[in-house]
Nanobody, 119 residues
Framework: VQLQASGGGLVQAGGSLRLSCAASGRTFSSYGMGWFRQAPGKEHELVAA????????YYADSVKGRFTISRDNGRNTVTLQMNSLKPEDTAVYYC?????????????WGQGTQVTVSS
């Protein structure tokens, strides 16, 4: 599975961004997907995950109620809608795929996309 993330940018606090991850390969629907982020000097963090069918999702406490993960298996895409953004959401965001929902070690990673939230 090859992953291509897009949609990052600069936004003011309180604003919204929508990240997309396009996957190649016919087995996309077999994989759970996750969005991670890594801020300078910090560990990478799983912020949201979704299982293969979209019936189960996970959110880190820091983004719960503000971020929404969704997927379209027909289009091989997973999306992270980010609302009410805060400066502390600033990070490089990565999408990842694994056959296990909320895996401890995702097998496939996309390149990062920078999200910067100004105060």
């Amino acid at each position: 599975v090859q992953l291509q993330a897009s949609g990052g940018g600069l936004v003011q606090a309180g604003g919204s961004l929508r990240l997309s991850c396009a996957a190649s390969g016919r087995t996309f629907s077999s994989y759970g997907m996750g969005w991670f982020r890594q801020a300078p000097g910090k560990e990478h963090e799983l912020v949201a995950a979704i299982n293969w069918s979209g019936s189960s999702t996970y959110y880190a406490d820091s983004v719960k109620g503000r971020f929404t993960i969704s997927r379209d298996n027909g289009r091989n895409t997973v999306t992270l809608q980010m609302n009410s953004l805060k400066p502390e959401d600033t990070a490089v965001y990565y999408c990842a795929a694994d056959r296990i929902f909320r895996s401890t070690e995702y097998d496939y990673w996309g390149q990062g996309t920078q999200v910067t939230v100004s105060s």
